[in-house]
């Protein structure tokens, strides 16, 4: 698909972000994915117990916000060169990303994104959704592994 294309039914701006989920994911999922990207990416972390921005995630942390109700918070930043991609750790049976589309300027940006999407979702071994903000149902793309499809509106 070529860029005018991806940006017209992708990266456009309507004043919202797009949301990248992993749905019915457990802790061992969420493990595997700080393992990932802590490997894989530039990371910027808000540890809420420490109060400090680190640059890996540390996992034992997170489990204790959990556990806590969300007293501690916990965002991370994953970058995908100049993409960021926003974590958030709301709890363990969804993986939450974000992303601004204002920051997609071209096809490699978007080619970025699919490659951390295919490793998310063979990682985890489950299908990854682009999605508009807070609309889990509106899907813009599905990967599923090395399998990509865009949906065309």
């Not at 808000?46 to 959990?66: A, L, P």
């Not at 951390?116 to 903000?133: G, H, R, W």
Request: charged residues 30%.
């Amino acid at each position: 698909m070529d860029w005018k294309t991806l940006k017209s039914q992708i990266y456009f701006w309507d004043g919202s972000w797009r949301d990248i989920y992993v749905q019915n994911t457990d802790s061992e999922d969420w493990e595997t994915w700080v393992n990932l990207v802590n490997d894989k990416y530039k990371i910027n972390w808000h540890n809420g117990k420490t109060n400090q921005s680190e640059t890996k995630i540390k996992f034992d942390v997170i489990k204790e916000y959990w556990k806590e109700n969300g007293e501690l918070c916990s965002t991370a930043n994953i970058f995908l060169d100049k993409i960021q991609v926003n974590t958030h750790f709301f709890d363990d049976s969804e993986i939450e990303n974000d992303i601004d589309p204002r920051e997609f300027k071209s096809l490699d940006d978007h080619n970025r994104l699919i490659e951390y999407l295919k490793l998310v979702s063979m990682a985890c071994n489950k299908e990854v959704i682009v999605t508009l903000e807070n609309s889990p149902e509106y899907v813009l793309m599905k990967i599923n592994g090395n399998e990509v499809q865009i949906i065309e509106a």
